[in-house]
């Protein structure tokens, strides 16, 4: 079977039992479970001429699978999660591997003992190696922090090597802020590792599709139930109502080709955009992709190296290394990380935590409170960072609810 696109204007609303905007894994899933598992009609809203969200992959004019919107590996200690991607794909075993740039010498990271003793050499490494075991047990994750706080002036030097060489320069770029003012749930996100396993991940399933992200999300879409409308902003066609005229007043229905639509909506778009940013737009780090394709087997040593000491790109990635796919071309990705100023011209990528803009997009989410049928789900709708795994967990207990609640119903 094949994915039923459709054109808005030639949809009759009352044909659907539940709408989803977004065709990422958020939406996709709930789409599928609602149809599957529910007999429902769902509408899905697409802004993109395209479905799979920013897993989305294609091949480019030297033939080799991209990533569009930056490179998705997918690793997660969920069995569930893993067997439910599975059914719509066959799966490559990967394991991904980066390493620092480091004035022109590789690192492993996260940073671990091989990266200790090409950083400090053998018998210094042997030496740090050995306290660290002591302090904090062999194969364990401990972060920069942890480091500083065992209050050893050999691990702060471990842990300044890696502050300095591995995590400043590289989280400067990313985030065009200095450290001291990352939220300290992303610095957590850079540990080091009492470990010779230079995997960059160690979750229990890891891999690719086979065929590429696209390829699994048309599989997962192309069900008798679900209609996909492309290229349409939800912005265009929600007509929001509004309990009263003031600011801070919540919505009291959504309407959609005049009729209040009554059937749950999971909605994972920026929600500061349903409300054309009434209250300011919500702060993101976006991206831009710059492609090179060469006459080369390869030209880097693994699937990503990221560059913490030079260069004003953040991490380079060769995609053949992530497909397995063989040829005698190479593309390769630089990623450059800028400040989110245009939702017209630009993606939101990642949401910039902290406490402040936690508040102002609590200010946006309880404008949502009072519409018991509306869902905001996904990295942009709850303005957060989400592995694949956590959203698809989270879409699959959505799913569950609407299935319940309309169960009920019927
Ligand atoms: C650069 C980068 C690399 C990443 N790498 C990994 C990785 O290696 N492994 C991993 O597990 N996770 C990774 N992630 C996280 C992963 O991208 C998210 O977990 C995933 O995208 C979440 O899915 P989603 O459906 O919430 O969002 P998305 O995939 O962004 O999907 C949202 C969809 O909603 C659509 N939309 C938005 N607004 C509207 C609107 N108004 N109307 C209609 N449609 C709209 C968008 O076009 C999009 O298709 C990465 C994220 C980034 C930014």
Known sequence: MALNICEFKDIDIEDYDAVVVGSGFAGSVCARELA?????????????????????????????????????????????????????????????????DW?????????????????????KAAHLIQKLIDVFGDERKVTITE????????????????????????????????????????TARVPVFISRDDRYFQDTYQGMPALGYTALFEEMLS????????????????????????????????????KAFTGPIVYTGPLDELFCGRFGRLPYRTLDFVYETYDEEYKLPCATVNYTVTEDYTRITEFKRLSGQRSDKTTIMKEYSRAYEDPDTQIPYYAILGEENAAHYQRYLSLTSSLDNFHPLGRLAEYRYYNMDKIIELALQLSDELLAEAGKQR
Not at 64 to 92: C, E, K, M, N, S
Not at 237 to 244: A, G, K, P, R, S
């Open 36 to 100: 599957e598992r529910g007999g429902m009609r769902v509408l899905i809203i697409e802004k993109r001429s395209h479905i799979a969200g920013n897993m989305y992959d294609e091949y480019d004019e030297a033939g080799i699978l991209v990533h569009r919107y930056g490179p998705h590996i997918f690793h997660t200690y969920d069995q569930h999660v893993f067997d439910y991607v599975r059914r719509f794909a066959g799966w490559i075993g990967y394991q991904h591997h980066v390493l620092a």
């Open 103 to 123: 004035y022109g010498t590789y690192l492993p990271v996260p940073f671990n003992k091989n990266s200790m003793e090409i950083a400090f050499g053998e018998e």
């Open 147 to 186: 480091l500083r706080e065992a209050d050893d002036p050999e691990l702060s030097e471990v842990a300044d090597f890696v502050y300095k060489n591995v995590f400043l320069y590289y989280t400067q770029k990313q985030w065009g802020l200095t450290p001291d003012e990352v939220d300290p749930s992303v």
């Open 223 to 258: 069900y008798d139930g679900i209609d996909i409308c492309l290229s349409t902003d939800a912005a265009s066609i929600f007509d929001l109502e509004f309990e009263d005229a003031s600011e801070d007043a919540k919505l009291a229905a959504i309407k959609i080709k005049g």
